[in-house]
């Protein structure tokens, strides 16, 4: 419960307090990273979620009257917000965003199918958004801790429900709402409510049989060991020490690029035609959507100068990589500089 500071506020029409501005900034200020998260939540994007708080502060102020500051500020603007994405949804041209085209099988060999930049990609998530919002924030209800519920594989998936089955899933068992908070926002009985949970979690067990992802969210040694190699194979230009690091059957994706790759051998293949394109890279670890991620730099031929090229989020599992998705140009460079990230690395030379 949060109680609002400012006795002297004014007041409206009914005789009860209004907040001034700097008593609504010290109320939302708090909220702003876990209201980008459920906006990215629902979106897929970090731009719209940046553009969905904002509007969801202007909202919020509109409405202060309505905030007599006795119940819970994390409600009242998650209220305000879920339904700023629900409106965003039905405008927009698509109503979800993928990591790979639907009913397209991989590719085998080049990348022949080309450029799919008017698809919506699935855009990764800044670890750096996530340190202030605490796991043990999330009501007695929630299912998913609040970095595994950030996973490019799980947002993905919740990307595959209707909005409404979105939104009720993730303020039920991300948020921690309860049945009857959520159908008081959304409209509906208690009864709608958790049909719409039943057919979302059931959506979600085709893709999580057990329930939940089955990797953790902590790094730890193993992690950080493959991040390391990873990141070696890349600046000593080793194809097959990148290889090497692939499990059997994994899988890489290239957004906003249409070709998909399944399996060691078909990604090898594929690389394999690319891998001479620039002279050297050079990689920075960083982590994204709760997973060990690399910022990769490029020398191209005859140029000295290192530019973005890419972002990588991978998916590490039994000491390998289960999943490598590769953002690329022109949609990789324009996520460095939401990761804090220069668009040009100034390094010496590696």
């Given at each position: 419960?949060?109680?609002?500071?400012g006795?002297?506020?004014?007041?409206?029409?009914?005789?009860?307090?209004?907040?001034?501005r700097?008593?609504?900034?010290?109320?939302?200020?708090?909220?702003?990273?876990?209201?980008?998260?459920h906006?990215?939540?629902?979106?897929?994007s970090?731009?719209?979620?940046?553009?969905?708080v904002?509007d969801?502060?202007?909202?919020?102020?509109?409405r202060?009257?309505?905030?007599?500051?006795?119940?819970?500020a994390r409600?009242?603007?998650?209220?305000?917000a879920?339904?700023a994405?629900?409106?965003a949804?039905?405008?927009?041209?698509?109503?979800?965003?993928?990591?790979?085209?639907?009913?397209?099988?991989?590719?085998?060999?080049p990348?022949?199918?080309?450029?799919?930049?008017?698809?919506?990609?699935l855009?990764?998530?800044?670890?750096a958004?996530?340190?202030?919002?605490?796991?043990?924030?999330?009501?007695?209800?929630?299912?998913y801790?609040?970095?595994?519920?950030?996973?490019?594989?799980?947002?993905?998936a919740?990307?595959?429900l209707?909005?409404?089955?979105?939104?009720?899933?993730?303020?039920c068992?991300?948020?921690?709402?309860?049945?009857?908070?959520?159908?008081?926002?959304l409209g509906?009985?208690?009864?709608?409510?958790?049909?719409a949970?039943?057919?979302?979690?059931?959506t979600?067990?085709?893709?999580?049989?057990?329930?939940?992802?089955l990797?953790?969210?902590?790094?730890?040694?193993?992690?950080?060991?493959?991040?390391?190699?990873?990141?070696?194979?890349?600046?000593?230009?080793?194809?097959?020490?990148?290889?090497?690091?692939?499990?059997?059957?994994?899988?890489?994706?290239m957004?906003p690029?249409?070709?998909w790759?399944?399996g060691?051998?078909?990604?090898?293949?594929f690389m394999a035609?690319?891998?001479?394109?620039?002279?050297g890279?050079?990689?920075v670890?960083?982590?994204?959507?709760?997973?060990?991620?690399?910022?990769l730099?490029a020398?191209?031929?005859?140029?000295?100068?290192?530019?973005?090229?890419?972002?990588?989020?991978?998916?590490?599992?039994?000491?390998?990589?289960?999943?490598?998705?590769?953002?690329?140009?022109?949609?990789?460079?324009?996520?460095?500089g939401?990761?804090?990230?220069?668009?040009?690395?100034?390094?010496?030379?590696?």
């Amino acid at each position: 419960m949060t109680d609002v500071p400012g006795a002297s506020q004014p007041q409206d029409q009914t005789g009860g307090p209004v907040l001034d501005r700097l008593a609504f900034e010290r109320l939302t200020m708090a909220h702003r990273r876990a209201l980008k998260l459920h906006c990215y939540r629902m979106m897929g994007s970090l731009h719209e979620a940046d553009d969905l708080v904002q509007d969801t502060l202007l909202r919020a102020w509109r409405r202060r009257a309505q905030f007599d500051g006795r119940g819970s500020a994390r409600g009242w603007l998650h209220a305000i917000a879920t339904n700023a994405c629900l409106n965003a949804i039905k405008v927009r041209s698509s109503a979800r965003r993928i990591l790979e085209q639907p009913g397209r099988p991989p590719t085998e060999g080049p990348a022949t199918a080309g450029l799919a930049a008017e698809l919506s990609w699935l855009e990764p998530y800044p670890d750096a958004e996530l340190p202030d919002i605490a796991d043990g924030e999330p009501g007695p209800d929630a299912r998913y801790e609040t970095r595994e519920a950030v996973r490019l594989a799980f947002v993905a998936a919740i990307q595959l429900l209707p909005p409404r089955q979105r939104a009720a899933l993730l303020l039920c068992d991300v948020l921690g709402w309860s049945a009857a908070e959520t159908a008081q926002l959304l409209g509906g009985s208690v009864a709608s409510i958790n049909s719409a949970l039943q057919r979302a979690r059931a959506t979600l067990a085709l893709h999580y049989p057990e329930g939940r992802p089955l990797q953790q969210s902590r790094p730890d040694r193993d992690e950080a060991l493959l991040l390391e190699r990873y990141i070696r194979a890349w600046q000593a230009a080793s194809l097959e020490g990148l290889v090497n690091l692939l499990r059997e059957d994994a899988i890489y994706h290239m957004p906003p690029w249409r070709d998909w790759y399944q399996g060691r051998q078909a990604i090898r293949a594929f690389m394999a035609t690319v891998w001479g394109n620039f002279a050297g890279y050079r990689a920075v670890a960083t982590r994204a959507s709760g997973q060990p991620a690399v910022a990769l730099y490029a020398q191209r031929h005859q140029d000295p100068i290192w530019r973005a090229h890419s972002l990588h989020v991978i998916e590490p599992m039994d000491g390998g990589i289960s999943s490598l998705t590769i953002y690329i140009g022109p949609l990789g460079p324009g996520l460095f500089g939401a990761f804090g990230l220069p668009p040009v690395w100034a390094g010496p030379k590696v």
